[in-house]
């Protein structure tokens, strides 16, 4: 399994619809675009190196899930947390306000380190 279907697998569990960096644009005919919040958008955010004696030891993906919402969802979000934390480790957590969506912003940033590999 890809560390992008990991993720994926990992986040949809807690049974809200997501996609990879970007929903499809919608075409006027009813197909493509964003599904009313909640929904997940997830990426690859970097990478983070473990280094030492001018070696990279291991290259370690960074990703981070964005999730949207109309409203806060204070459960949803500590579910997805919890979710995260339990596969992966810590999380970095921040929030926002998207004015061209006009709905909040949470993203969670983590290391893509399995626990359960």
Known sequence: MTPYEHVFRTVS?????????AWP????SGGGGAPSPPFF?????EDGAFS????????IPT??????????????ESRLADAIRAAYGPCRIDEGWVDSEHCRLV???FSFTPRNE
Do not use: H, K
């Open 13 to 21: 569990a807690l049974g809200i619809p997501g996609t990879l960096m």
């Open 25 to 28: 644009i919608a075409d006027g």
């Open 41 to 45: 958008v997830y990426l690859r955010d």
């Open 52 to 59: 030492a004696d001018n070696s990279d030891y291991a290259l």
């Open 63 to 76: 990703f981070r899930v964005e999730l949207y919402e109309s409203e806060p969802d204070l459960d949803l």
């Open 107 to 109: 993203s969670y940033t």
